[in-house]
């Protein structure tokens, strides 16, 4: 390796290289089962939540059904603890404001940046 693009493309591919085969082997898994992981759901709960209620109809055993299924995943609360707005403001910045009319403001904000070294 004589530059710094030789060491990125090595790094790529020892980094890069066995997570596609992973997803490969995922992917055919999931297949005989009927459910393709890149299009009937994204993530790997969806994806788990997809094969066990397809063996449970299968095989006879309990499964709940679509209106206790959806009453429960309402029921749930939390969510991704991401920033969706790029600008806040104490007192000002309204606390669920694109669900509630009439939302309370924020006292003080405190921000971290996970990206900074």
């Known amino acids: ?3 710094f693009g030789d060491w990125l493309r090595h ?16 992917k055919a898994f999931y297949g005989e089962c009927g459910i ?3 299009k009937d759901a994204v993530s790997l709960p969806e994806v788990t939540l997809q094969y066990l209620l397809r ?8 499964a709940p059904s679509k209106k206790a299924y959806t009453h429960l995943k309402a029921a ?5 603890s ?9 007192g000002v910045t309204g606390i669920r404001s694109h669900q509630y009319a009439a939302a309370k403001p924020c006292k003080w904000i405190l921000g971290y940046d996970a990206n900074a070294v």
């Open 1 to 3: 390796m004589k530059t």
């Open 11 to 26: 790094y790529n591919n020892l980094d890069v290289g066995p997570f596609i085969e992973a997803l490969e082997k995922m």
């Open 36 to 38: 393709d992981i890149c």
């Open 55 to 62: 063996g449970t109809v299968e095989e006879k055993l309990y």
């Open 76 to 80: 749930l609360s939390g969510g991704p």
């Open 82 to 90: 991401i920033v969706f707005t790029r600008y806040h403001e104490a």
